[in-house]
């Protein structure tokens, strides 16, 4: 791997690699790991982490199940009304906190900015001043784009524009500038709003994006940790993998790190040999969403069958996976029948399946999660179970509704590959540093 210093600030370069036949290598970070480039300004008890958490599936669900009813902040933003912007709004609450962060480069000339990477968004932003309504506090310096010589904002005309519904569930608004106003919202109270751009993007020396489109945030609330904005992922023209396609292939890959390892983000060509894979599958639920099928789940050798028509998202920002009742009752009872020989305790926010002491003091059982096609992802110990305090241990899976979710702690320290262009999800193990 070649190591080019593309950035003006020394910082970023450490950030991202170039390989000039496997296309962008970012370091990716833990969001509570004290090497993350966007740490929280104060640590995070894991309970506020799984509430937030419990508040994405919830949001996510919603959207899946088409009731979310759509109040835009957008159409009645400040940014409307040039006599208001200076009003302040109170902060909101970010229900994002399971994402994982890295940096891009943005601008002429380029600077760097601490971003969250999120696999269940399609739009990328990033806090720009002169936050004329409200912006939360992040690592160095809010972008500028009246410092950038590429800069521009896209008007209401814009097929970009037109596309914005697609990409962040919330109807574009028009400016008295004739600017297109966005609103990328997470659920119930995070969110951003601000003006449709473009700038460059840079990536590495000799690779830069003429044109991204991305959000010029305004009025950002929620708490993001101290990131500059989010890049999505999701299936949609306005996403970062689908900007960069025509430059790097249809395809991303990465390993979650834990808090104690490092990580990666790879856009472009990877090492198809090494990896097991699964079909994408199609849902009209969501077309932006990672769909697959998960088909069986075994304990300890023990199989529990998966309702054929269960659908199954995986997402980088889901902590705890989640699955429907029935399957999660199975597998709770399973792990709890191998762990019978240590005392039950009470159960910690989401999770139910908890039992006295470390991690590292219980045989946890061995736990597969099984694709079709034969991909599977073998759970070491600290995958299937979690230590949410010193003298506690939960099992890292809790119900929900209908669709299941493949949620983060599962995913670490695996390598999981995105090959949208062939429309397969791959697993390979020992992915991180």
């Keep these: 791997m070649t190591y080019l210093p593309f950035f003006s600030n020394p910082t970023a370069a450490r950030h991202v690699h170039l390989n000039n036949s496997s296309g962008i290598h970012f370091a990716l970070h833990h969001p509570r790991s004290p090497c993350s480039p966007a740490p929280f300004a104060v640590p995070l008890p894991f309970s506020t982490v799984l509430s937030h958490d419990a508040a994405r599936v919830q949001a996510l669900t919603s959207r899946l199940s088409k009731t979310t009813a759509t109040i835009s902040r957008a159409s009645s933003s400040p940014l409307l009304r040039p006599d208001a912007v200076s009003v302040p709004l109170s902060k909101g609450t970010s229900l994002g906190v399971g994402n994982y962060v890295t940096r891009i480069g943005l601008g002429t000339p380029s600077k760097s900015y601490a971003v969250v990477v999120d696999t269940g968004s399609s739009f990328s932003w990033v806090q720009c001043s002169p936050c004329r309504v409200y912006c939360h506090s992040q690592v160095g310096s809010v972008f500028d784009p009246s410092a950038s010589s590429t800069y521009r904002s896209l008007p209401c ?121 699964t079909p994408l599958v199609s849902s009209s639920l969501d077309e932006s969403l990672y769909f697959l099928r998960l088909t069986s789940i075994t304990v300890d050798g023990r199989v529990i069958s998966v309702p054929s028509s269960m659908q199954t998202i995986i997402d980088s920002g889901t902590v705890i996976t989640r699955l429907p009742s029935d399957v999660y009752d199975a597998l709770s009872r399973a792990v709890a029948a191998a762990l019978k020989r240590y005392r039950r305790a009470p159960a910690y926010s989401i999770l139910d399946t908890c039992f006295v002491g470390s991690l590292s003091k219980l045989a946890v059982p061995p736990v597969e999660l099984i694709f079709q096609g034969g991909a599977a992802l073998r759970l070491p110990a600290k995958n299937v179970m979690i230590d949410v305090d010193e003298s506690t241990t939960c099992l890292a899976f809790a119900p929900s509704g209908d669709v299941a979710i493949i949620g983060n702690t599962q995913q670490q320290t695996f390598s999981v590959a995105y090959d949208v262009g062939r429309s397969r999800i791959g697993f390979a193990a020992g992915g991180c540093g």
């Design 157 to 277: 005309s814009a097929s970009e524009c037109g596309g914005l519904e697609s990409s962040t569930l919330n109807p574009p608004a028009c400016s008295v500038s004739n600017v297109c106003i966005y609103e990328a919202s997470y659920g119930d109270s995070s969110f951003s709003i601000g003006y449709l751009s473009e700038d460059v993007l840079s990536l590495a020396r000799d690779l830069r994006l003429p044109g991204f489109v991305y959000g010029c945030g305004q009025d950002n609330e929620g708490l993001f940790g101290r990131s500059a904005g989010l890049i999505g992922l999701a299936r949609n023209r306005l996403s970062l993998l689908s900007q960069l396609a025509p430059v790097t292939g249809n395809a991303f890959s990465y390993c979650l790190p834990s808090t104690s390892s490092s990580g990666y983000l790879s856009i472009g060509s990877y090492n198809p040999g090494r990896f097991s894979y």
